[in-house]
């Protein structure tokens, strides 16, 4: 009987990764989400798409059909891809049946879940992390920049509660006094931890765990990012840091980890520091770039869960380079969209024009794959017009300041 998985998730690039990788090894993938149209679902490796209802309109309605799915297809393992559906899993684990969920145990998931348990385990085991503390009731922004500086990070304590509409809340980078008193009146107590902020470069190193012992280690840096607090949308494997992965050592020894995690750094390499940012204890956006190197976290993973020997890389992953394809496309929009003048603008629509013709370059997106292409060939067609439609209405707009200029130059000349 052929093992079955059923994958759930909404970010693309996450779930493609693991259909792909879990369907080379001849399991059969079912993934379940809310977008229907998204590219990765023409994946050779997903054999069937379920849609589950909105887990904040009717939670049992969501449960019942998970459940369902789970009756009728047997999964061997249900497998959460973001944080929304990791702690929902969680929530109901004891009623969809724990041994079935590929979340990770119980001590590791308290800790890496919750930033304010993540900061104090870290600093228990020696581990850097950035200046900060849990936000109380009353504070004063002035008494707060004093303290950590200015920028300074706000971060909520956990980035998705069971329940919420919003898959997950941002972080927000702080810089002035006026704009911290605002977002202190608008949080709630202890649930929001403020950081110093830390400069330098973002660092991810992914493990896989089995009961706190680190099987496989890898690391990837980040190029560019869609925002500065959001994940990355252009990324370089690199060789692992002898100390940051003690550090991810240390803290998976301590919550006997077992299943995968990626830690988040900052690293400033010519001050030779290093602070932990948190703990993902689940598949990460950069997953794509793993397994395109040859860190086949998914594969690995299914063999620790289901009992099977771990099939480690005989030989070093490669140091490849990747980018989100939407990802890129958002980030370039946002920088053309930015109000900084028309040099400016028509600066930002240069960089989406040349955004073009680099999607020619197939081995540079998540979403390609030699085997299994047809993700990338949608996700193209649908950049493609999309950019298009972006350029066009930018040079509308350009061209209509312009001549907006134009004509109030040539009123205060008549006016002359």
């Not at 013709?357 to 493609?384: G, H, K, M, N, V």
Request: hydrophobic share 45%; aromatic share 6%; proline share 5%.
């Amino acid at each position: 009987m052929t093992d079955r998985v059923l994958v759930l998730a909404d970010d693309m690039g996450v779930f493609l990764s693991v259909a792909r990788s879990l369907g080379r090894r001849g399991i059969d993938v079912h993934v379940a989400l809310a977008d229907e149209h998204a590219p990765g679902l023409a994946s050779r490796y997903v054999s069937a798409v379920h849609v589950l209802p909105p887990y904040h309109r009717d939670a049992e309605a969501w449960v019942a059909s998970l459940c369902g799915l789970i009756d009728v297809h047997r999964y061997r393992l249900v497998i959460p891809c973001n944080d929304s559906r990791m702690l929902i899993l969680r929530h109901h684990a004891r009623r969809i049946g724990r041994d079935m969920l590929a979340i990770p145990n119980d001590e590791a998931f308290e800790t890496f879940t919750d930033k304010a348990a993540t900061r104090a385990a870290a600093t228990r085991l020696g581990i850097a992390v950035a200046a900060g503390r849990l936000l109380t009731r009353g504070e004063q922004a002035e008494k707060l920049a004093a303290e950590l500086g200015l920028p300074l990070v706000l971060k909520p304590r956990c980035t998705y509660a069971v329940g919420s509409p919003q898959e997950r809340t941002p972080a927000r980078i702080i810089r002035t006094h006026v704009e911290l008193a605002e977002a202190l009146g608008t949080f709630a107590n202890d649930c929001w931890i403020a950081e110093a902020f830390v400069p330098g470069e973002g660092v991810g190193v992914s493990i896989l765990a089995h009961q706190g012992e680190v099987l496989f280690a890898w690391q990837h840096r980040r190029l560019q990012v869609a925002t500065e607090t959001s994940g990355s949308t252009a990324r370089v494997a690199e060789q692992p840091d002898p100390q940051l992965v003690a550090a991810a050592r240390a803290l998976a020894g301590a919550t006997r980890l077992t299943g995968v995690a990626m830690f988040e750094f900052r690293v400033d390499r010519r001050g030779g520091r290093h602070a932990l940012l948190e703990v993902n204890p689940r598949f990460w956006g950069s997953l794509p770039l793993a397994v395109a190197g040859g860190a086949d976290f998914p594969a690995l993973l299914w063999d620790v869960v289901t009992g099977a020997e771990p099939q480690l890389p005989v030989q070093q992953p490669k140091l490849v380079a990747r980018r989100n394809m939407s990802g890129e496309y958002a980030r370039l929009t946002a920088i053309a969209d930015t109000p900084l003048g028309w040099l400016a603008k028509c600066r930002g629509i240069a960089a989406l024009l040349g955004f073009l013709p680099t999607l020619l370059l197939r081995s540079r997106f998540d979403s390609w794959a030699a085997d299994d292409p047809a993700p990338y060939l949608l996700e193209r067609r649908q950049i493609c017009a999309r950019l298009l439609g972006a350029a066009t209405r930018h040079l509308q707009r350009t061209r209509s300041g312009i001549e907006g200029i134009h004509d109030q130059a040539s009123v205060r000349e008549g006016a002359g």
